[in-house]
């Protein structure tokens, strides 16, 4: 017990004489929960429409101008050449070219259907398949609108109508700061806890120490504990430093308690920090550290659930966010934060985080070699 707290005097000291490993710490998560939701929206607005109309009828300007009244479409060119469309659509200065036939209004009246042509730059597919949705609905609701007027029985209309009343629970105004802000949270931990526990071992070894404590009565557990729990304590200070400012620069106020939040917090940083630390056993120096962990990282985030649903994933990708400790993270916060879920609530979640950190920490151990 002794040499453990020997190791853990010797740790926060060595942590709070290097400045810039408190910077690493406490300032750039800070900065970047303020700036990253703010470039993370998954609202499309201001996609860029091309009009070619052919007709230039009362119906035809009746549709661009709904099209246009929305906060989601800007009109760049009305024109009524395809070919000149086509060059803003190549040199990226159109997302949608909206193509009105010679006879819309005439096909409208006189046989009830008309057909309009969509072209869509797909380079940026997101932008291109939602704004794509987007115009589809604006131009179905024309069409609503078009055959109302056009209903010559006031007293019973001889189409059925369906009217959808819609709730958003948990998020009712669908502000998607909310649902990001938690998981980018997530992410900030998870980076600053693997990488700084992945370069601690390492530097140990390029500095020549790691042979000094080598030749010590210090047992590996020992050692492993005394390198994990001092970014386990400041752990909880990057997660308190996101909470205020989640709560001062966006309002979010968990609903549920912030002691599950905690408890949580403190499992999942032993599964994260044992992972940091099973990196650090197998590299030799830190840039080996920092680019091994770079991509265990990007391979957790990005197959985490925090910018592209699970359940849209391919098969062998929702296996794999099975044994993704980020994943449990990023739901659990999402859950406590927006629909107010207990310890009960995620108890699977806990169980599942809580052997992942005896898999790491335990391979942690056994792999690190202590030679006399």
Known sequence: MRALLILLEKEFRQIFRNPAILRMMFMM????????????????KNVKVCVVDYDHSTYSQNLINKITSTDYFTLIDYTDSYEKALTHVEHDEADLILQIP??????????????????INAINGVKA????????SVINDFNR???LQWLQLPRQNPEPVI????????NPLMNYRFFMVPGILVILITLVGAFLTALNIVKEKEIGTIEQINVTPIRKYQFILGKLIPFWVLGFVVLTIGLLISRIAYGIVPLGSLLTIYIFTGVYLISILGLGLLVST????????MLLSFFMMM????????????????QWAQTFTKFNPVTYFIEVMRMVVLKGSSLYDIRLHLLKVLFFGLIFNGLAVWNYRKRS
């Open 145 to 147: 609108e078009v055959r």
């Open 163 to 170: 009217e959808i009343a819609s709730i958003n629970w948990f």
């Open 102 to 119: 010679p006879d819309f209004e005439k096909d409208i009246v006189r046989e009830d259907r008309a057909e309009l042509f969509l072209a």
């Open 299 to 314: 391979i957790f985030i990005l197959l985490g659930g925090l910018y592209t649903s699970i359940d849209s994933m391919p």
């Open 129 to 136: 398949n939602l704004g794509g949705a987007y115009l589809r």
């Open 282 to 289: 197998f590299a030799n120096t830190q840039q080996q550290a």
């Open 29 to 44: 998560p800070a900065v970047q929960l303020l700036i990253m939701p703010l470039a993370a929206d998954y609202e499309i």
